[in-house]
């Protein structure tokens, strides 16, 4: 078991250097797509099975697929990313060491946190009680959380309605059509 | 010693079912060409014969296949990175193999002091594992379709991307009734729940189950079809309109991995629909465990249900004509969405009504 959980960690620091550090967009995407599979395997390796589970179908499955064809859609992986300003790269920088800091506090303290007390430990792999914990103890956020999802779907529906204005503009189908309608008048 | 045999049986084990799921994805190939020729009366392996014997010509077709994919040129398109090409099918191919992984295959085998699962992983989430993996095979095409940098390439993989992450929907919810019957998301246990009978002379198989089971047999059944992307759901590699799809600059054995998935696909949905829906290993009124041969009889009474539906999808494949992109889409978000919707709301009214 520790032997596993050292490879699948060294793996998934190489993994997320990857993201940092890949020349392109789309490798790096890619390379987060492995940085998260491999946070599930730790999380088996846990015994939190479900969890695993859930990470792969949603992050790795789902919203990476999503961010993949962003990248290729719009055409963002033509060449090598350009060099990013210094300030977001200091920035960045500054706010993971406080995060790794933080959590490096976190774990030398054995500091216990409230969010996790409403399921107990030799549960959390379970769906059933992952289950009645959500529509029980956490109702309210639960509830909460479908609200702000539904609301994002009824923008995104809205953005993508607005006859007016092209989603997008120079790039989506409007402006191929209306390229295409000026052709048909400069010809005529 | 004794972990050291352990190790050794979880190698045996998996060392079997991989070789299992491969080898039955060979031979539905050869099934393929066969019902291909039969039912569309195709020239060419209707013929395929050893001295006159019809069945021989399996060897041909098993021996050919590979042999030519393995002598043609690996053909890199210029420009494209050769790591991520080859990457690509790697990426097609290896969720669907491992997820076969959770798929228990007989009863368990007991021995003096030690059990044997017939089963490699046993995951108490066996359902969502295979759902991930799914989820996760869409990035061999949508690779596939990116690195070729050919237009027909990223169109078949656009589509693809979108069929199979509409089809997961459907999937998904087709089967959460069929899950609140069983009351657990582990394979073994949902096969061990299929024993006996309903009604006194129905096998108590979860198309039994419930009077509305049938409906998410066939909701399940239609959207793993439309997964293995293969006709009447074929849009990304539609040969009259995209040449090969996502496919088109790949050769050789690169091809022949595709080719491979798509077959062991095949073979995994079909071993999906019988644990769920079909009872698994369990014979109908016969306790197959009981037997002292009982892992034995089940995995060939396994094996021989999954061999009946990878002949039906290839079946269906074979007689149905392909839809348009728009009517595939409509059927999956207008009409088998609310129907999985209305089912499962009906599964957990009659559940509730069975209580009461």
Redesign the interface.
Known sequence: MIVAMWIFGVLTVLSALGVVFAPRP?HSA?WL?GTL?FLAVHFALMGA??IA??Q??VY???IM?LV??VI??LGLDEGPTQNQSRLTLYSGAIFCGLFLGLLLFAFTHQLSFPIGSGVSNGSV???REVGRVLVTDFLYAFEVIALLLFAAIIGAVLLANDRKRPLMPGRGLKAVQGSANDAASVEA | MDDLLSVGIVVVKAAVVMGAVLHLAALTTWVERKASALIQNRIGANRAAIFGFDLAGIINTLVADPVKALTKEDFVPKGVSQFMHSLAPFMGMFPVIISFAVIPFGPPIVLDDRVITLQLAELNVGILYVLAMGSLAVYGTVLAGWVSKNKFSLMGSLRASAQMISYEITMGISIIGLLALYQTLDFASIVEQQSGTVLGFLPKWGIFMSPFNWIAFILFFVSVMAETKRAPFDLPESESELVAGYMTEYSGMKFLLFWLGEFAEIVVASALVVVLFFGGWQLPYIDVSKFTLGPLIGAMVFGAKVSAFCVLQVIIRWSVPRFRYDQLLNLCWKLMLPIALGNLVATIAWMIWLDS
Do not use: H, R, S
Request: glycine letters at 10%; aromatic letters at 14%; hydrophobic letters at 75%.
């Open positions: 789309l890619l797509v599979f099975d479900f589970a859930l792969v179908v790795a499955g789902a697929v993949v064809f290729m859609l792999g379970d769906p």
